[in-house]
């Protein structure tokens, strides 16, 4: 390690509690103070993310940190990305590339390997920077995860940097989480705990200053700040749990989308820019429920197409949405969901499930075969003369993140891929229905470019 980098870091009593707004503050912060700053986190658990500029995976709170930084995303900054495909089984990314399929119990004995990749990566931004900001993972205090800890207390050993922790007084029992994480840390963990930071905090700010008293004496640990509740901040989602509040009834007078939410949904930051149109209405159907009078129905992306649209069949989804065009409305698949609109997905490498194939929707004549290897890449591409949809515009960017080819029965392709990480290239891309309601592409992102 470069002895003259120093480092901070960020652990929450929770998930979801402000860690990776507050590490984004922090780098922040400290390049305004002149400092070279880069963010960093070990481990992340997440559905969604970034490809960077050499066609690499990461977590994308740390492409928001690194912008916040004034730095280009590198796979350094999240060396390990574990993206689950099923309930108890995941997609381990090491330094950007697929490792391999995991159990949980699995992943739980290959940590002690982990940890050397993780090393790996913090030396080499160790030594490009001069301070480093790391986020941790979920909560210190989770009993059956301390063995080979590489999240928490255990990356704060190998950087061997004090530790902030973070509590969501929102939830409400900020007091209680702070302190009964705290006593489930060991001697040695809790010497590197320097402060507590209350965050999320709306209201008077003077009633609340007896609890921080209460926490101060009762750890000898200093509260050194209380963050206000911001509603404006924009940073992409990894995982479904903020869903749940657009899990909602349509709002009258506007544009209502609805995206299946699929057990093994991705990528739904795809959505993002319609959940900020004044005169749109985005709402994420699932578990059962019924779809609706929605103008259009979109099927994001999956870690398991195969398992997800056998899902979408079992649930009764697949004739709801077939029904819905019928009547008139619009389909659209991303990824997955492109694939699932074809007329089949094969799996003959068994890299989903032991299915070795599905019927698709039949709402698109392509079929689609998933391969051993991914395909990751940042794109620019023209959109087709014949595409409807974004007929406006002459060329658009995003990013590809798939394991399967899909074949084309007639050219009706919604877009040409012109370049991949930096490459000029001319390979088609997506499909378009000859009435136009329904259609679906491989890129991510695609709505992003307004």
């Not at 809790?190 to 905090?201: A, H, L, S, Y």
């Not at 050194?224 to 479904?240: A, H, M, R, W």
């Not at 903020?242 to 009834?249: D, F, G, K, V």
Request: aromatic residues 8%.
């Amino acid at each position: 390690m470069n002895d003259k980098c120093r480092s901070l870091m960020i652990q929450g009593t929770a998930s979801h509690v402000g860690k990776s707004v507050l590490v984004a503050a922090f780098c922040r912060i400290l390049r305004q103070d002149g400092y070279n700053v880069a963010p960093f986190k070990a481990q992340n658990m997440a559905l969604n993310s970034f490809i960077t500029r050499d066609g690499k995976e990461m977590g994308r709170a740390q492409v928001v940190q690194a912008e916040a930084a004034g730095l280009e995303p590198e796979v350094d900054m999240n060396p390990i990305l574990i993206k689950p495909n099923t309930d108890i089984g995941a997609q381990i990314i090491i330094h950007g590339r697929v490792y391999k399929n995991m159990s949980a119990s699995l992943y739980h004995s290959f940590k002690k390997d982990a940890l050397g990749f993780v090393r790996e990566s913090f030396r080499r931004l160790s030594e490009k920077y001069d301070f480093i900001v790391i986020e941790g993972a979920g909560s210190p205090a989770e009993i059956n995860l301390r063995e080979n800890d590489i999240a928490n207390m255990g990356m704060a050993e190998i950087a061997d940097c004090p530790v902030l922790l973070a509590g969501d007084i929102d939830r409400g029992g900020v007091f209680a989480s702070l302190i009964g994480t705290m006593e489930l840390l060991s001697e040695e963990e809790r010497r590197r705990v320097k402060g507590f930071i209350i965050n999320k905090f709306r209201g008077d700010i003077a009633l609340l200053k007896p609890g921080l008293d209460f926490l101060e004496k009762r750890t000898g640990i200093p509260v050194l700040g209380t963050i206000p509740y911001f509603k404006d901040i924009y940073i992409q989602e990894e995982d479904s749990v903020s869903l749940e509040r657009l899990m909602a009834s349509n709002k009258n007078g506007k544009v209502d989308i609805a995206v299946i939410y699929l057990p093994h949904i991705s990528n739904f930051t795809d959505f993002d820019p319609f959940e900020r149109e004044p005169d749109v209405n985005l709402r994420y159907v699932g578990h059962g429920e019924g779809i609706g009078d929605a103008d259009v129905i979109i099927i994001p992306g999956s870690k398991n197409t195969i398992d997800d649209l056998n899902c979408l069949y079992n649930f009764g989804y697949v004739g709801e949405i077939l029904r819905h065009y019928k009547k008139g409305g619009s389909v659209v698949g991303v990824c997955g969901g492109y694939q699932m609109l074809g007329e089949y997905i094969a799996d003959p490498y068994r890299v989903e499930t032991s299915l070795g194939k599905i019927s698709g929707m039949g709402l698109l004549p392509v079929r689609t075969s998933i391969e051993k290897e991914k395909v990751t890449c940042q794109v620019r591409a023209k959109v087709h003369p014949l595409n409807r949809f974004f007929k406006d515009r002459g060329e658009l960017k995003g990013y590809e993140i798939h394991m399967g080819l899909t074949d084309f029965r007639e050219e009706r392709h919604m877009f040409e891929i012109i370049e991949r990480d930096g490459s000029s290239v001319s390979v088609p891309d997506g499909f378009m229905s000859d009435d136009g309601r329904v259609w679906g592409t491989y890129i991510h992102g695609v709505f992003d470019n307004d």
